[in-house]
């Protein structure tokens, strides 16, 4: 088989890449692989030694280890018998990329980067929402919005500047309804 296709999907937390990737996985196929829910499901595995570090990391908006979240896709990769990929909310910082690249870099082959754009103002509107509704996530609230806007801000932010200047980043503006957002994911999708 050859090198796996893989889109990385960014933007600020509540920016609606889990959504779109729905919509992504259900009209083109491919595999959705989460950062965020590869290491919150990895949080809850018994025995896990990862799983104290995990949590701390997530309710302060802090990125974990790009050992363990690199290892955590890389498995979910392999175990998967597609060969097409969005990888969800990572790279989020230099670890991250530097870690991917070194492990993963010459494993796949990276399509494109969606980036999706929306203002913190809306993103945090969302992600509160999505709290006040039962999303059962420990980071779905102002102070951990707060920080994770920072990290995203000052870390991820340069992740995604570095693959915009490799003409890697198809940019998507992202405070639209999610049927309006789908149709300029979806031109970007037909044109790879
Ligand atoms: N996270 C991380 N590395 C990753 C992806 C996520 O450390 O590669 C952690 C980080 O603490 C982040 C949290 O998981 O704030 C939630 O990430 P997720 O992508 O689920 O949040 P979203 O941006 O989709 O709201
Ligand atoms: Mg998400």
């Known amino acids: 088989m050859s090198k796996p296709n893989i ?11 889990g959504t779109q990737c729905a919509k992504i996985v259900e009209n083109f196929g491919y595999v959705h692989l989460s950062a965020g829910d590869l290491l919150r499901e990895e949080r809850k595995a ?9 949590e701390h990391h997530i309710t302060n908006g802090t990125i974990v280890p790009v050992e363990i979240t690199c ?4 498995r979910a990769m392999n175990k998967s018998e597609k060969n ?16 991917w690249n070194r492990v ?8 494109k980067v969606l980036f999706f754009h929306c203002s913190q103002e809306v993103c ?3 992600c509160l929402a999505r709290g006040a509704a039962g999303s059962g996530r420990t980071d779905d609230n102002e102070e951990s919005l707060r920080k994770r806007f920072v990290t995203y801000e000052n ?12 003409g890697f980043v198809a940019q998507i503006d992202a405070t639209k309804t999610p049927e ?6 979806e031109a970007v999708l037909k044109s790879l």
């Not at 018994?46 to 995990?54: C, K, N, V």
């Open 7 to 17: 889109l990385f999907v960014l933007g600020g937390p509540g920016a609606g890449k």
């Open 71 to 74: 290892s955590l896709l890389e």
């Open 84 to 99: 097409d990929f969005l990888i969800d909310g990572f790279p989020r910082n230099e670890d991250n990329l530097s870690g």
């Open 46 to 54: 018994p025995g896990s030694q990862f799983g104290e570090l995990i």
């Open 104 to 111: 993963m870099g010459e494993k796949v082959n990276l399509k």
């Open 124 to 126: 945090t509107e969302r």
């Open 180 to 185: 309006e957002v789908y149709s300029d994911v």
């Open 155 to 166: 870390a991820t932010m340069p992740i995604i500047k570095y693959y915009e200047e490799k």
